[in-house]
């Protein structure tokens, strides 16, 4: 028979709220992550990247943080706007060639109350 | 900006036919993907490309491949397409020249019936 996907973990939050998306990344070698949002019915856009020789870095509004000894990730969204209502995908990657390939989280979705 | 291009947004088609996804990409990208999502699996990579006419098998490959004729054209064959087959089909291209950022295409919503 068909099978049946799994439900995705779902963030609600009211407009003009902070809201924290989290990720555990799998491979303690990666060395790069980003942070994707997709809105529906949309391709992937990248939002904001982080090395893994940095513990914090900051776009507008937005802010990722890397904790390499529990290997999450969290990117943190100021005064949320309905806009940013999308699925939220972390990716990490280990290097060059071949081990460039992103592996990518299962998703969360953020659905922001007016 | 970066612009990748699919060839269809949405697809229907029926068990046993041979499906052409096509993917172009205008940033002189070296290297492509095809990726299958669905829900609650996220983004599973089916093949890439390093170049022309090079192909490389992703996660899972079986029931499809691959064809690179040209740098910007990167084109997925469901050689005989299976209801197991549905699914948003998302293309995606990088630089070579450092940086692992992917430009994703808007995908395609194939229904195999």
């Known amino acids: 028979g068909e099978s049946v996907g799994l439900h995705l973990p779902t963030l609600s939050v009211q407009e003009g709220d902070n809201s924290i998306i989290n990720c555990a990344y799998s491979?303690?070698?990666?060395?790069?992550f980003i942070w994707y949002k997709q809105e529906s019915g949309k391709g992937p856009q990248f939002i904001i990247d982080?090395?893994?020789?940095?513990d914090k870095r900051q776009g507008q509004r937005v802010t990722v943080l890397l904790n390499k000894t529990v290997k999450h990730l969290s990117l943190q969204i100021a005064a949320t706007q309905p806009g940013d209502s999308a699925v939220y995908f972390c990716?990490?990657?280990?290097?060059?060639?071949?081990?460039?390939?992103?592996?990518f989280g299962k998703g969360t979705k953020l659905s922001v109350k007016p | 900006d970066v612009k990748v291009t699919q060839s269809s947004r949405y697809l229907v088609k029926r068990t046993g036919e041979k499906v052409f996804l096509e993917c172009v990409q205008d940033m002189d990208h070296e290297n492509m993907f095809w990726y299958r999502q669905d829900p609650g699996l996220g983004l599973r990579l089916i093949y890439f490309?390093?170049?022309?006419?090079?192909?490389e098998k992703g996660d899972i490959p079986e029931g499809y491949s691959v064809s690179r004729e040209k740098k910007e054209r990167f084109s997925l064959i469901l050689e005989s397409a299976s209801t197991n087959q549905t699914s948003m089909y998302l293309c995606a291209s990088r630089s070579g020249a450092g940086g692992f950022e992917q430009f994703f295409g808007p995908g395609t919503r194939l229904t195999v019936l």
């Open positions: 982080i090395r893994s020789n940095m």
């Open positions: 491979n303690s070698a990666s060395d790069y």
């Open positions: 990716a990490e990657t280990m290097g060059g060639g071949s081990q460039g390939n992103l592996i």
């Open positions: 490309s390093y170049d022309v006419k090079m192909k």
